[in-house]
């Protein structure tokens, strides 16, 4: 890690992995912070082929929080929503298990016809975002195929019928991550993450297993965070060992990892230089031989979305000039 002051200027580029709900919160309040000096580089995994449309949850999910348009209740789709569609689709048989609303079906017909078009996640996403007005840059973490499988007992689920249309009800055998060995880290993932300018990276409080491991599995993403030399900071999920919100907690009781910040801190061994966990768990903090940042993770509104990305900019600075084993 370098030890220049310069890596940790207030005006450097902040990279942060991100996934969907949890992640999308903390993206928000480093965007109110850092406005286009945020970088963030975003699972698309949980893609798949709806209805003949190209759905990307995670991306969704963090275009419509960073906008402003996203539903604070549900965390995904979009606020002032109506369902005319899946109304009408339910009377002709159509599949509604997954809920597509007005507004949000909007926005897959429109990507499907660009990616049909021959133009890129990246190039769609970025012209979107634009659209939308948000003032960070959202990179997908690349172009190619990748998505999660979950393995239970009895079969193979896509992420999103595992996740919606079976409630998390099954257990987990294993998490496949199907194409991410052949996939490319996209072009503007690389150049967020060049060394020049790069002010730290960060891992927001998204679901470890399956939202930030599909972007750790890119070829070459692990390496380029490495190479970058600047302090590498992790917000934990947990609070209180629960999951705030989704299926972390039942899944790392199925994987048989315990739901706590030493396994936090393992997940993430070699790649981060420290943790943020809620200021509530900072008793277990003692046994990571980590630095750790104990303060309210918990992001109940806008001002507590600020105040956590205030919290870990500032961890992540001072950590700039200690040494750290990686
Ligand atoms: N999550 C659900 O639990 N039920 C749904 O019907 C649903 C629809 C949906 C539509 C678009 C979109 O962008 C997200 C949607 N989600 C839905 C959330 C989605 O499953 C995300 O993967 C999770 O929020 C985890 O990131």
Redesign the pocket.
Known sequence: MSGETTASSGDGRVVALC???GGAKLALGLQTVLGERLHVVVNMA?DFEHLGLH????L??VLYTLSGLSDRQR???RADESWNFMAALAEVGGET????GDR?LALHVERTRRLAAGESLTGIAADIAKRLGLTAQLWPVTDDPIRTIVVTPDEKLA??RY??AHRCEPAIRSIRFDGADKARLSAGVRAALQPEGLRMVVICPSNPYL?IDPILAVPGLRDAVRVAGVPVVAVSPLVGGQAVK?PTRKIMDELGVAADTEAIAAHYRGLIDGLVIDAGDAVGARAVDLPTCAVPTLMTDDASKVRLAQDVLAFGDALCGSTSVR
Do not use: C, E, R
């Open positions: 996934g969907g709900v949980d759905i990307s949850p995670d969704d999910t965390g995904w789709g298990w997954f809920s597509l949000d992420f999103q996740f919606v939202s989704g």
